[in-house]
């Protein structure tokens, strides 16, 4: 057999090998992995959450989430303004008002905390999307997502008041209402009191595919809705589970739902993608609290690269085919985006 010296070798000749494509050309720079990059992020992609409480003056941060904030309404400005300068058009509202009953009543409270954060974000930027969650667990007492009845969370009285707390936002404002409680027939319930209020405008973001999942843990800590007793498994999905998202999805694109998400987002990448192939509706992905604390916890710690895997991280979930992420990771992420434009264009001389 013939043996190339170490000098042919060197030089690539005498080589027995048959010809191979070579994959590398199209890595050998940062220019040609630009061209051919199959999957870009930007700021447009990212809704980013707010957490609005009740009070003056509060920025108060959330312990397992460092750089998330508690915001009382008069912070939202100044909030909105470093949105618009990172290029994040959409804002998805989470409300922590300051009494709670077993009924939720405050998600349904036209002078509730939420109400009055879509007003103040309309009044001072007319043009963000405004997003609000419609759920109870921030609303009741028990910190279960609707009213209970023998100690369970009662489907089809919960169902009325998820439509009030729909049609609250509405006409505080909002763009988007976004149930998250995962009752069978709240898209329905919400699309026909919409509809009846004359708010046939009002597109309906659902949680179709919302996981029961261990991730949320640092949201409880955001939004204030730990369950006083329990766990949410007999609404949410089993996380087992792929083939009965699809089956959600359907459901309520059928009973109105004009968006629908996949929750949380990285545990899900085959949920997403299953459902990206399956449907034609827009698909969000929430890239959720607990992923979010993760890789904020690992960065500190300096045992991964938090710019690096945060962008991978978000690249990911977009290439399983969401349309758009809700992400904590939002305004670093867009920060981040904008500096590598800037040193393209440094680079070209732009």
Request: glycine content about 8%; overall charge negative; proline content about 5%.
């Amino acid at each position: 057999m013939f043996v190339p010296s170490e000098e042919e070798a060197a030089a690539g000749q005498g080589s027995t090998f048959p010809p191979f494509r070579r994959m590398r050309r199209l890595r050998r720079t940062d220019a040609v992995r630009r061209l051919v990059r199959e999957t870009t992020l930007a700021p447009e992609d990212f809704v980013y959450p707010l957490f609005v409480t009740h009070g003056a003056g509060v920025r108060r941060e959330i312990g397992s989430m460092p750089g998330q904030f508690q915001l009382s309404v008069d912070e939202l400005p100044r909030e909105l303004d470093d949105l618009a300068e990172l290029g994040i058009g959409a804002v998805l509202l989470f409300g922590i008002p300051a009494e709670k009953d077993p009924s939720g009543s405050g998600a349904y409270d036209p002078d509730g905390v939420v109400q009055e954060a879509v007003r103040a974000i309309k009044w001072h930027a007319p043009d963000v999307l405004v997003i609000t969650d419609v759920c109870a667990c921030e609303y009741t007492d028990h910190g279960h997502c609707g009213i209970l009845v023998g100690g369970e969370v009662d489907n089809d009285r919960t169902l009325g008041l998820l439509a009030r707390a729909a049609v609250s936002q509405a006409v505080a404002g909002a763009d988007i209402v976004a149930p998250s409680d995962m009752m069978d027939g709240r898209v329905a319930a919400i699309r026909a009191a919409l509809d009846r209020a004359g708010h046939s405008q009002v597109a309906i973001m659902s949680y179709a595919a919302k996981y029961a999942s261990g991730f949320y843990g640092p949201f409880r800590e955001a939004a204030a809705s730990m369950p006083a007793f329990g766990d949410r498994c007999s609404h949410q999905m089993d996380p087992a589970n792929a083939r009965e998202a699809m089956t959600e999805i359907a459901i309520d694109l059928e009973e109105g739902a004009d968006i629908v998400i996949v929750k949380p987002a990285l545990p899900y990448l085959d949920v997403i993608r299953r459902a990206r192939d399956t449907i034609d509706a827009p698909l969000i992905a929430y890239n959720v609290s607990g992923e979010y604390a993760m890789v904020k916890a690992a960065g500190s710690l300096g045992w991964i690269d938090e710019r690096r895997v945060t962008l991978e991280t978000l690249t990911s979930i977009k290439r399983a085919g969401a349309s758009r992420i809700i992400t904590y990771h939002a305004k670093d992420a867009a920060r981040w985006l904008q500096e590598e434009r800037s040193e393209v264009r440094r680079r070209v001389g732009i």
